[in-house]
């Protein structure tokens, strides 16, 4: 089997200086358009497979970027750059009480950026509409289940009738397609994804179930009890009439399936996304670059190494001295993730820490 085929990219370049201008470039020939900004390592829920039920050590307030700082940051990813899409995520991005405020200066930015958000659902339905007139673009909501009683036990709260609300809402402001995005435990995990796909196609959502990763803050990740996408596939497949989608996947992460009706097999009712980050890695096509809500560059979600923006900013750089430093950590990125090598270490941070 090729490295191509294990989703890892095949050609490298030897190493030299980062390049000066052009696209956010690394060695294998990635290019990095889509940003992901997390706003804080904050959040109301406390999740089995990301947080201890008392929470962590979050970061002290003075360590986040500044308004300020972010602003200048995110204009000089998307006009320096050539960040195209920018996605805000936590932790929990509602519980940031200027979220709108951050929103509206990115659609200010020229070229504008596509702006979407990850986020828990809860107290979305209060923001919604606020958000979608700040220049919000799309939504993507975490919804693990749609059993109360399995959703308390993943969450440790009882919040299940507020993220339902809160998708509601989301369509209505037309935050669309609303994009529910699923974790699956492994003991309820299966049996919630075929309500799951069923809720979703009742509603027009658009299901997107991911492979548990190991970023838990307790480093407690298993992968024989981690719910693989070919068990989920097989799963729904027994209960839904699926078909691959033709549509080109690009650097998308999720594989697309055309979910049809009982009835009339040939009528689309549907999709559903299955993305599996670890049993079968999408490396080669990642477009991402990750900036933490304390001013870190990250070329990987589970990059061992991050580059210090705040320190930086705060050190009174200019803009050539940003944008370098952040090529440069780009430059650096390694071929693939590494979680199926035999010498993979989790990284420090837990993704509460890193954003989605």
Known sequence: MTVVALGVPSVHRPPSPAPTEGPLIDTFGRVATDLRVSLTDLCNLRCT??????????????????????????????????????????????????LEDVIATTAALDPRPEITLTTNGVGLAQRAAALKEAGLDRINVSLDTVDAAHFA??????????????????????????KVNAVLDPETGIEDAVDLLQFCLD?????????????????SWQ?????????VLSTLQRHFTLTPDPTPRGSAPAQLWQVS?????????????????????????CDRTRLTADGQVRNCLFAREETDLRALLRAGADDDALEAAWRAAMWAKAAGHGINDPDFVQPDRPMSAIGG
Do not use: N
């Open 49 to 98: 497979y990301c947080m201890p039920a008392e929470g962590l050590d979050w970061m002290p307030g003075d360590h986040k970027l500044r308004p300020d700082e972010l602003a200048k940051l995110l204009r000089i990813a998307v006009t320096r750059l050539g960040i195209t899409s920018v996605r805000f995520t936590g932790g929990e991005p509602l519980v940031v009480p200027h």
């Open 153 to 178: 036990a993943i969450t440790r709260r009882d919040r299940l009738a507020d993220v339902v609300a809160g998708l509601r809402a989301a369509s209505l402001a037309g935050l669309s397609p609303v």
């Open 203 to 219: 509603h027009g959502y658009q299901l997107r179930i991911i492979e548990q990763m190991p970023l838990d803050a307790g480093h």
């Open 223 to 231: 992968r024989d009890r981690a719910i693989g996408a070919g068990s």
């Open 261 to 285: 009706s009982a009835e009339d097999g040939a009528q689309v009712i549907g999709r559903v996304g299955i993305i599996a980050s670890v049993s079968k890695p999408f490396c080669a096509a």
